[in-house]
């Protein structure tokens, strides 16, 4: 029994360090051209990119090789006239089914960072390229200054709804870090309460990070940040203080991961339209 | 209606104090919306919806005017820009629904009765409120909120209120 205790403490000390560790620098975006819409059927245009100010692409294009679209009926639908430019990449999406449709871009993987003897940064697999197991043992040291081996994965997310809203896109992955709705995303309203459960890899996110940042910065002094932490429960509750586009960022971090790695990260961007009363 | 009239005639007979109310929830009521002329360079009519909430916030349909005639049911495209009425069981509807949709209307009074009355019908005693909602293409957007009880006490009508853009006199009232 006593020892149980001690473990109990030490988990508890790792999950307090694990919400101390700062957001990732650059910030990745969709940007839905509308989020509630009426008709038969309907087109969204959608911006995708990574920059620090919201919702103005000043850095650079998101990538869509990971992008699914994905119906409410769960179909996964190819998006239309997809064009990467230099400060972002835009692509259509046909809503042809009435419901929710969730956009989504994931990517994780395993990857070890260290120093050399020379103190030269390193990291392994490198970038662009992909995790293969049965090179590990080769390609890491095992010892290594600042030797980190880290079990990531990174979501970027919206939801866009023609007609009633549906929540079979809700349906958890299992993977990664995930937002799942208890509000219906595209029913969020200014002023009004919105929650959210977060995942990770299908069980609740307990203290993860949470910054909700409204569009149109560039034209404020003050950030207007939200901070949140998660609960025992791994939810959220967040106060929509006036009507915009929300930018919603979630940083998780725990020591559970899978072999090789030490410790398991896992980020979440995702935007949300708060509409007017 | 005959029913309720003898009700009333019934009740009146009981005790005045229990028929003055009694015989005002068996009177029909009219809805008057008046929609105001703007002095603007690209004027569309407003889409409009009208609806009951209940406490608990549980919506009666009574009527929604918008671009029923175009081709390929292309009106409906900004239905949802009825923001409220969209989120209140006007995004559950399959549209166009007879005895709820017309075509939009210009300015000038508009009156709804039969439609209030058979939606009012539908609903128990209790604390209720009508809403109106306005929105117009190149324009802006209102909602009128007039809270009122059932059954209706004659007193306690006509409620009225005056829209600041886009909806002009609302009043619900006893029929003439």
């Known amino acids: ?277 | 209606m005959k029913v309720r009239n003898s009700l009333a005639i019934a009740s009146g007979a009981l005790g005045l104090m229990l028929a003055s109310s009694v015989s005002a929830a068996a009177q029909s009521v009219t809805l008057d919306i008046a929609l105001p002329q703007l002095d603007v360079a690209e004027y569309h009519k407003p889409y409009v919806a009208v609806w009951i909430e209940n406490s608990k916030r549980k919506s009666t349909q009574v009527a929604v005017w918008y671009d029923v005639d175009m081709r390929e049911h292309e009106g409906k495209e900004w239905l949802k820009d009825l923001r409220q009425w969209w989120r209140r069981g006007g995004r559950s509807l399959d549209l166009p629904y007879d005895g709820l949709t017309s075509a939009t209307k210009g300015p000038g009074e508009h009156l709804i009765d039969t439609q209030i009355n058979s939606a009012i019908a539908k609903l128990s005693d209790g604390d209720y409120t009508l809403r109106v909602e306005a929105s117009r293409e190149v324009g802006g957007r209102e909602v009128l909120s007039i809270p009122f009880s059932l059954p209706l006490a004659a007193e306690s009508l006509p409620v009225t209120l005056e829209g600041k853009s886009e909806i002009g006199r609302v009043s619900l009232r006893l029929e003439d």
């Open chain 1, 1 to 277: 029994m006593k020892k149980l205790s001690v473990t109990t403490s030490i988990v508890a000390i790792a999950a307090t360090l694990a919400v101390s560790f700062s957001a990732s620098a650059h910030r990745a975006w969709l940007l839905p051209s509308s989020t509630v819409l009426s008709g038969e059927d309907s087109y969204v245009t959608f911006d995708a990119a990574v920059s620090n100010t919201i919702f103005h692409p000043d850095h650079v294009a998101m990538g869509t090789n990971d992008l699914v679209v994905t119906s409410p009926s769960g179909k996964t639908i190819e998006t239309e006239n997809s064009t990467r430019g230099k400060y972002r990449t835009t692509f259509d999406v046909k809503l042809e089914e009435e419901g929710t449709f969730k956009i989504t871009s994931f990517s994780s993987g395993i990857r070890a960072f260290w120093k050399d003897e020379e103190g030269n940064r390193k990291m392994w697999p490198g970038r662009g390229k992909s995790y293969v197991a049965e090179e590990f043992a080769t390609a890491v040291p095992k010892e290594a200054t600042d030797l980190r081996v880290t079990q990531g994965s990174r979501r970027v997310e919206t939801f866009v709804t023609l007609g009633e809203p549906s929540e079979k896109v809700f349906a958890p992955t299992n993977e990664g870090l995930e937002l799942i709705p208890v509000t219906h995303p595209n029913d969020l309203f200014a002023t009004e309460a919105a929650t959210f459960t977060l995942l990770i890899d299908g069980e609740p996110a307990v203290g993860a990070e949470v910054e909700v940042v409204r569009g149109g910065m560039r034209y404020r002094n003050d950030q207007e940040t939200i901070s949140v932490t998660s609960n025992d429960e791994g939810q959220i509750e967040v106060t929509w203080p006036q009507a915009g586009m929300y930018f919603v960022e979630i940083s998780y971090k725990d020591d559970k991961a899978e072999k090789p790695a030490t410790e398991r990260t896992g980020s979440y961007s995702g935007t949300f339209e708060v509409l007017p009363l």
